[in-house]
């Protein structure tokens, strides 16, 4: 028996995995777009995937909580980091912002008060474009979507944005 046999698939490392990413509050436009964003605009791929739910996160990959930027969305996401297992590395969080506007108060608030056990919070501004299209592939072509891609991918990798 190989070393590699002798470990679960699941906590064996995928080669170029480097985001898993857990919806929030349900697989919709913003969470593939954010996908799509981190996956590498450069063509690269293969570097973010969503996790399906109750899938753990792959060993090596950083995990990635997706979210909208709503009052709702913060309570999702105190639940589950009441439930996070001690051998997970802390998630980014990743806010979509749904309006053109800052978070509310109690959002806001809320994540502040949640910024301990995060790794880091990264805001995409509102993008009126994920409105309009049928897929993010669509969306991946706007130029306000390339920008938020650009930024949210330096802010993940520590450096300034």
Request: proline share 11%; glycine share 6%.
């Amino acid at each position: 028996m190989t070393t590699n046999q002798a470990v679960a698939p699941i906590y064996q490392p995928l080669a170029a995995l480097k985001y898993a990413l857990t919806p929030v509050h349900g697989h919709d436009i913003a969470v593939a777009t954010v996908a799509l964003m981190l996956d590498g605009v450069d063509g690269a791929g293969g570097r973010a995937r969503v996790l399906h739910p109750g899938e753990p996160v792959p060993f090596g990959a950083q995990p990635v909580l997706v979210a909208p930027s709503t009052v709702y969305a913060t309570v999702l996401i105190e639940n589950l980091l009441r439930q996070w297992p001690a051998h997970v590395p802390k998630p980014w969080l990743v806010l979509v912002a749904d309006v053109p506007a800052a978070p509310a108060p109690a959002a806001r608030y809320r994540l502040r008060a949640l910024s301990a056990r995060l790794a880091g919070i990264a805001l995409v501004p509102y993008l009126p474009v994920l409105r309009t299209v049928e897929g993010p592939g669509d969306a991946i072509q706007d130029a306000d979507v390339i920008r938020a891609a650009a930024k949210l991918c330096r802010r993940l990798e520590g450096k300034n944005a």
